[in-house]
Structures are given as structure tokens and as C-alpha cells.
């Protein structure tokens, strides 16, 4: 599995990895990137987009792709508030997205196209 982004940022956000630790998930060793290491380049089985920008801006044929899905999340950066209330705020995406993985998983088997290997 790969995480890439249509404008993506110096470094992972410190509050993302924060909480990502609260759940036993240590994202600290991973950097943003950018679609273009991807595209063409890489057998992307499933694409998830996660945000209005990147929906819009996010190549509609991405070769070799099975599934490409829409799931709009707020982005937590974009948040403004305390700092108590952003970190609540990316509490709160991750799990929605921890959430919506559980139901869209099961929906990738039902249609026969999933994969056990690590592509994306």
C-alpha cells in the first residue's frame, strides 16, 4: 500500500503521526510524496481519493487501476482551532477513514479484484 499526493507537503504533519502512534501505527519513517512517482510507473490496483482538490485534480484513466473510488475526508490540517481542537480534529479523520476502510475492504473482495500482495 502507497500514499500519494496531488500537492503534497515538506514532511507527514506531526499531529498525523501523533495519532497514528495513539493506534500503534508509526508513520514517522514515511514522506510525502507525490502522484507523479506513481503514475505510469507503478501498478496501482485501487485508487482512493481522499479530498475535493485531489478529486478534481487527480487523473480520471490511471493505467492498470481495478477500482478508483471517492471517499472525502475534511483535512485535519486545514483545521482551524486550538491546538486541543486540531488534534481532536485528526483524531476524529482517522477514524473516519479507519472506518471507511473496514466497509470499502470488504466491497474490493466482493467484486474479485483484490489483492494480498503489497501493490497499491
Known amino acids: 500500500m502507497q500514499s500519494a499526493g496531488t500537492d503534497p507537503k515538506a514532511e507527514v504533519h506531526p499531529l498525523a503521526t501523533r495519532v497514528m502512534n495513539e493506534i500503534g501505527i508509526d508513520i514517522g519513517g514515511q514522506r510525502p510524496k507525490s502522484l507523479t512517482a506513481f503514475l505510469g510507473k507503478a501498478p496501482v490496483r485501487h485508487l482512493l481519493i481522499v479530498c475535493d482538490k485531489a478529486n478534481g485534480t487527480c487523473p480520471r484513466i490511471w493505467p492498470g487501476t481495478y477500482t478508483r473510488k471517492y ?32 466497509t470499502w475492504a470488504p466491497e474490493v473482495e466482493r467484486a474479485g479484484s483484490w489483492s494480498n500482495d503489497n501493490e497499491t
Open 71 to 102: 471517499l472525502p475526508f475534511n483535512d485535519p490540517a486545514a483545521f482551524v482551532g486550538s491546538e486541543q481542537e486540531t488534534l481532536e480534529e485528526f483524531r476524529k479523520v482517522r477514524d473516519q477513514i479507519g472506518k471507511a476502510m473496514k
